[in-house]
């Protein structure tokens, strides 16, 4: 079978008109979730099949693509929808996310500032944010077009009392436009303030079959409490590759001794700051075993 | 041989319908702007952006309603070759395509429900002219302020006063698009 035996991008081209007409609603009503008759996809359900049909639906000839996977270009899910649309849109690629105009993202928004030339399209496994709150989805579509909100708010006040803090680390709620409490998906929580930004965020939930998404900017508020005001926490620690110590870090175990180094969840961040010279305590380490290193 | 009901669609669906999507998608999430649209040739008076959006986003799944100022049998003949789009009053169209004062009264489309707000009318104006300037933009997508000649303010006003519900719009002329959904709040230039 030849690449062109495909539609472009895959999906037939009703298919794609019904996402688009989604996609738009989902625009004018920032935060929403609008439902959708999301397609089986030829990878499985929690592999972005949500997001991949998204991309599909917006990518155009002309679109360089980026797919990042935990902030990372490299790994299996990243690299395997990355060359599905290589395939089946024949798009330009790139691991620069300055060069992309599409960026298809599990969990992360990349460190580099967005612009206004660039859509952010999330993979989504439960848009819900009121879901493992309330079961019912009558239910939570009621609570939605009545603004009621408050069990969100309990949910984080016991989070309070239970643990001093908001314990909530990633899939933080936030509030679009003082209107919809909206699940950024499982990005840390270190992101929701990039959410504020020039670049058009769309949201896909393929099993779900929701898509929403948020404007570029629009006032998106992390919910927290006057007292115990929202905190974008990460890992008190510079990258030990680049030096980094505003990035949002992931911590690698490397040995069984306790040993440990945190690095740049973002691969293209950490990699252009040490094509670019700067240095970690680690830099040097990738020559040698790096588990004489953490002790 | 020329036939104006058989020509005048995308000459490659896929790709053309693609470049014409993210044109809307860019006119609906950053109010004010104005995007080159183009692909489809419809019968007058349709414009070359309205006849784009049409075939881009129309189907035999999206009733649509069109006004009086549109309403030909040639055009109508084409909408329906083109995209087998159904024809359906004002209430219970998802697409209306007409002049502006052809569309109205607004108050006979449907602005959703609050479950369910998505399932909301929009509205492809058609104008004499297209131009970033007069009324004030403000809301999601617009950095600061954005200007565009709407026809007229309190219509949109009444329209942004009942979000999440409302109508969505795109404003066409020639080629060239702009969108407002229902989240922009209009004041007088």
């Known amino acids: ?295 | 041989m020329q036939n104006a009901v058989l020509d005048g669609g995308l000459a490659d669906p896929a790709r053309d319908a693609a470049f014409a999507f993210r044109a809307a998608l860019d006119a609906l999430s950053r109010p004010g702007t104005i995007r080159q649209i183009e692909g489809a040739t419809a019968p007058a008076p349709c414009s070359a952006a309205a006849a784009t959006l049409i075939v881009t986003l129309c189907d035999p799944t999206t009733p649509l309603y069109v006004a009086p100022s549109h309403d030909t049998e040639a055009l109508r003949d084409w909408i329906t070759f083109q995209t087998g789009a159904p024809f359906a009053a004002a209430k219970d169209a998802v697409f209306a395509i007409g002049t502006w004062d052809a569309l109205a009264p607004l108050g006979a489309y449907a602005v959703g429900t609050p479950a369910y707000p998505d399932r909301a009318a929009t509205l492809i104006v058609e104008m004499p002219t297209l131009d970033a300037e007069g009324a004030v933009l403000t809301g999601p997508g617009i950095k600061d302020t954005a200007h565009l000649n709407l026809p007229e303010v309190a219509a949109f006003q009444a329209n942004r006063a009942q979000f999440p519900l409302g109508l969505d719009f795109f404003f066409t002329c020639g080629a060239r698009v702009a969108g407002l959904p229902r989240s922009t709040r209009v004041t007088e230039g």
Request: hydrophobic share 35%; proline share 7%; charged share 25%.
């Open chain 1, 1 to 295: 079978m030849t690449d062109q035996a495909y539609n472009f991008a895959y999906l037939d081209e009703q298919t794609k008109r019904m996402i688009r007409r989604a996609i738009l609603k989902g625009v004018a009503v920032p935060g929403y979730q609008v439902p959708f008759a999301s397609r089986e996809m030829p990878m499985p359900y929690g592999w972005g099949t949500g997001g991949v049909q998204v991309s599909a639906a917006c990518l155009t000839p002309d679109d360089t693509l980026k797919v990042i996977d935990q902030g990372a270009d490299d790994t299996t899910n990243a690299v395997s929808i990355r060359k599905f649309f290589e395939k089946t849109a024949q798009v330009a690629v790139t691991e620069k996310t300055g060069e992309a105009t599409v960026i298809q993202t599990r969990h992360r928004i990349p460190e580099e500032t967005l612009t206004e030339d660039q859509i952010l399209v999330y993979q989504v496994p439960i848009p819900e944010p009121l879901r493992f709150l309330e079961p019912s989805e009558v239910e939570t579509r009621k609570m939605h077009s009545l603004e009621e909100y408050g069990l969100m708010y309990v949910k984080l006040y016991e989070d309070i009392s239970r643990h001093g803090e908001i314990a909530t680390a990633y899939a933080y709620p936030v509030r679009v436009e003082d209107r919809y409490v909206m699940d950024p998906s499982p990005i840390p929580k270190f992101d929701n303030p990039k959410m504020e930004g020039a670049a058009l965020q769309l949201f896909g939930a393929g099993r779900e079959q929701r898509i929403y998404a948020v404007p570029p900017y629009t006032k998106v508020v992390s919910l927290d409490f006057e007292d115990h005001p929202f905190d974008p926490s990460k890992a008190p620690h510079p990258c030990a590759l680049c030096g980094a110590e505003d990035s949002y870090l992931d911590e690698v175990i490397t040995d069984d001794q306790g040993g440990r180094m945190f690095v740049c969840s973002d691969t293209d961040f950490c990699g252009s700051r040490r094509a670019a010279g700067f240095t970690g305590e680690m830099s040097g380490a990738q020559d040698t075993h790096l588990g004489a290193v953490g002790e």
